[in-house]
Each structure stands twice: as structure tokens, then as C-alpha cells.
């Protein structure tokens, strides 16, 4: 059934997204109001582990210490780092920017770990190390693609029409995992260490605002933002050893 | 249940030729190879009868054999395959299909089907276009311009081995090509089931094609769903040949650089460099 219903499902959702981006209004009110709060978890996180990259050495002597695993980053008072925080609905979604978001490969580490772009907005891939990387986007909505990637060639220019977030990885080094957190909305903020994120320049109105982690997964909350005010939404996570 | 899926798969094959005549864009491309039309409703009778048991009713490769096969049969609801002649990322042509089908994958359980007519096999392959949205309203993909081969002589192959070292082929297919570099071990495709580099000492043909061509069009196009990556954007025409004509020299078979290569390791094997990470630029 989801192969039939799915194409129908794609369908109504982009004539949704039309609708909201025609249903913009002309001017916006002058005092735009923010979202903000801070992104915390409950239990016990899985550990993050240090990385052995003795088979790549180039890469190994860029690090005095062994560099962590990424997938679960926190701060003091149990906050969450690299949570993608957007406004899912209510918003409309603005054209995507032309300016690239840059993503780097450097001491065969993905920096930043997540990168968040707009549906259709430019990413150039950059290769700062010795040594060849393989960027692979493990896109399921958008295509797949795998691409070779010697030292001191160009940067590889790519960008993603769908909304999706998709995991990339390097075969070569397979302890390299990073994400594109690839949004319709411009309105949107990645957390830093202390768990903290803001969404500016909201007119007043109801959102739904979403927060995704790649090992927490996804939770939403409505929030009403007043003319010129700024509205809380904390978000907490269940964390699960595995 | 299994049947019930079975018939929804039937009307929708039978949807998609519905729309083919009318104005809607929610139509599978068109399927043509050489002269001959493919017809999915067709393919999916045919489908039904030699297909469905490894890849399953609803084309996602879930079949009542594929728990036994490895590596698994393809999942037609991802549109992703191995052997394209167009870039990464993108569908293959309908010839790639063709060619597929036809060949059969080496060392995997899908056999080449010779048996079934050419027009029987353009309709399966209109067929499993109407498994994934990606193909629906998408422009025929382009297929990479593949320009003539150059002299397979001594100074080629030597260029292509300094390319294997460069490009680092090695690190997973090994300093020999024996499939055993260091990252060999570590690797899966985008399923996350492990998956072996090719070992070029094996003998055996390649999955996608076993001329000169199929080798340059496999790692300029890469294996998209599997760790092999293009490299298109990173190799000249000529230096891919040359790439091409040193790959062979790691095959046990009697190739005219298999021989030229020979002939050479008698009397200057001393000088090469080895290849790995000891292996210098020259």
C-alpha cells in the first residue's frame, strides 16, 4: 500500500507547501517575535567512544587526542547538542538561499557533524585532508549518489530538492558519520553544547515546532508567539543506553 | 495477504498503462530499448511468474527466497542499481536495465534470462519502473560519453597503476587487488549488509559487464547503493584508460595487458614502488 499511497501523500504535501508559500503575507508585521529554549534528555545517554584512526595516519596525527564519536553530544545539565530545532507548520517556507552551506571533511571528521540547508539551497563539500575521501549521502526520498573525492580536488557542489534527513558516510573511513538535515522551512536552528537554540523573525501566530536528533528522533510542540514577544519551548528527550 | 498485495500490484501496473494515453503527469516514463516498447502490464505477468519469488510482490526485494540469498535481491521501491552507464545518483537507462536482466549478476542468484524473448524483457523492465515514484514523470537519463580506447601498451598501464595508487584504490580493494585492503573489512552497502570489494584475483567476470567499456563505465559511474563511488570528476578520458588497462593486469586471465605486463615484470620489476601506504606518487 505505501507504494500507492505515497506518490499521492508527496503530492498533497508539496501543493501544502504552494499554498504556504503563496499565502505569504505582503508585509510582515514589524516586531517579529522568537522561539527559543533548550533541548535536554532524561536517563542515561549511550556513551560516546573514542575513534581509532591509526589506519589512516594523515588523518590521526591532526588530533593530539583521539577524537569521540559524535552521535550523542552533551553538555552539563543534561543538554543535547546537534538537535535540528524548525518550524514544521505555520510558517510559510521562503525561498531557498543561494548563498552554499559549506561541509567539511578535515582530520576525517564531517565539520560540522550536522549541517542543516534549505530544499534546494547550493552545499559545497570540501576535502581538507591528505587523504581521498568517498562522500555518501545515504538519501532514501532524494537519490543516492557516491562520489570520489582525491585531496586538493574541488569542492563538490550538490543540493537536495526534498526535505529529508539523511545520513552521509565515508566508506573508506567508516567511523566518519555525519548528517544533512535537509529542511523546507528557513526557519531553523541546530543546538550548540549548551542545548540552547533560537528562531528568530516569527510574525506572531501559531507554530508547530519540531526538534530531531539522529539517535533521539523527532518531537513537536505548538507554540503561540505574540507580536515582538518571545515564546518558550523546551524540549526533553528519553535517553536509552544501547 | 500475499495475494491481496499480489492483485494491488496488477491494478496499479494496469493504472499506470491507464494513464500512459491521458494528460497526467503521474505517469512511469515510457520504456524503450533499440525498437522494441515495453508494456508494463505485460512485465507484470511475466513478473508474476519469474520474478516474484526473490524480489517479492511489491518489488522490494523482500520475496520468499530472499532470506536465503546473499547478496539480497534488488529493491525496486529504492531505484538504485549498481550498473548504470549514466552518473551516480542517477536512474539508469532503460538499456542498463536491458543489459542487466540479460547479463544476470556473476557470483549472485539472479541468472542471465537469455531464455526470455527481447520484447518479454523490455516489458519486465517497463514493469519494475512502476515500482518506484522516482521514475514517474522523470526525464530519460543520459548516459555518460565513453571516448575510443587508447593503445593498451607498457607507458598506459604504468600510468593507470600510479592512478590506483593516487586515487587510493588500494584501501579497499588492496595493494594487489585482491580485494583485501584495510578498509576491506569494514564495509556494507546502503542497506547496511556487508559487502566485499571485487577481488580482481578471483577470475571472476564483472557484475556489470566484462569489456574494456563495462570497466571504464563501472568506476567513473560507481556502483551507487554499494561503497564503490564514481569517479568521473576526478579522471581524465585518457587517464581512465589507463586505469582500465592496469586493472586487467590484476586479472588471471591471458588479456593483451595481462601479457604486455608480463613481459615487462621480467626484466624491471625491481623498479616499481610498491603499492599501499609505503607506495609513493610514482
Known sequence: MNRHLAPAIGVLALAGLAAAATDAPAARPAAAGTVSGTVTFTGTPPKMRPIDMSKEPSCAKEHATPVMTENVVTGPGSTVEYVVVYVSAGAPAGPAPTQAVRYDQKGCQYIPHVAVLQAGQPLDIYNNDQTS????????????????QPPGTP???????????????????????????????????ITGNDGKFSLAGLPAGKYT??????????????????EGGTATANFVFKALPY | MRPQTRWISLVSAWGAVLFLGGETPLVAQATHVGNVTGQATRGARLYERYCVGCHGPDGDGNGENAMWIDPKPRDFTAAVFKCRSTPSGSLPTDQDLYDAVTRGFV????????????????DLIAYIKTF??????AAAPTAITIPPETPANIESILRGRQTFQRLECWKCHGPAGHGDGPSASTLTDSKDNPIRPYNFSSGTR??????????????????????MPSFIDNLQPNEAWDLVHFLRTLQPVKSPEALTWQNYLQTHRGELKPIGPEGGSQ
Open chain 1, 209 to 226: 515546532v519540531t526538534a530531531w536528533h539522529e539517535r533521539f528522533g523527532t518531537q513537536s510542540q505548538e507554540v503561540t508567539v505574540s
Open chain 1, 155 to 189: 569542492p563538490i557542489h550538490a543540493s537536495y530538492d526534498k526535505p529529508e534527513f539523511i545520513p552521509v558516510k565515508c566508506n573508506v573511513h567508516p567511523w566518519m558519520h555525519g548528517y544533512f538535515a535537509v529542511l523546507s522551512t528557513s526557519h531553523y536552528a
Open chain 2, 132 to 137: 518506484s515514484p522516482r521514475w514517474t514523470g
Open chain 2, 206 to 227: 564483472f557484475k556489470c559487464g566484462d569489456t574494456n567499456q563495462d570497466l571504464y563505465r563501472i568506476f567513473m559511474t560507481g556502483l551507487d547503493g554499494t561503497p
Open chain 2, 107 to 122: 557470483t549472485t542468484n539472479m541468472p542471465p534470462w537469455v531464455a526470455l524473448t527481447p520484447q518479454n524483457r523490455v
Open chain 1, 133 to 148: 575521501h568517498n562522500i555518501h549521502p545515504l538519501a532514501k526520498v532524494n537519490p543516492e549518489w557516491n562520489k570520489s
